[in-house]
């Protein structure tokens, strides 16, 4: 989804139909380290595919700063950081979440 690849897509770039790459994310089957490999190349976090834990060395310098930043910032801050990235996201996200 961050990149902005449906299923069809994703399959595609991985080498596989869709089928199995729905199974992939339902957890009935795994994929091989050559689909991983597929899917990193395309710019894909494989440590949070693995993992569901995002792999944060991936992260561009700006990235890193601005997380650091709201990591280093008072609570008041942050939460103010929150509200401001809530009011970016798309009305079809946050109603997910509610």
Known sequence: MRLGYNQEQASVLAGITRVPYTQWEKGVTSPTAAHLHRLANAGMDVHYIITGQ??????APEEAALLDN????????RRSIRGAA???EEPDMREKEA
Request: glycine share 6%.
């Open 70 to 77: 709201y990591r280093n910032a008072p609570e008041a801050g």
């Open 86 to 88: 809530a009011s970016w």
């Open 54 to 59: 995002r792999d944060m060395s991936r992260l």
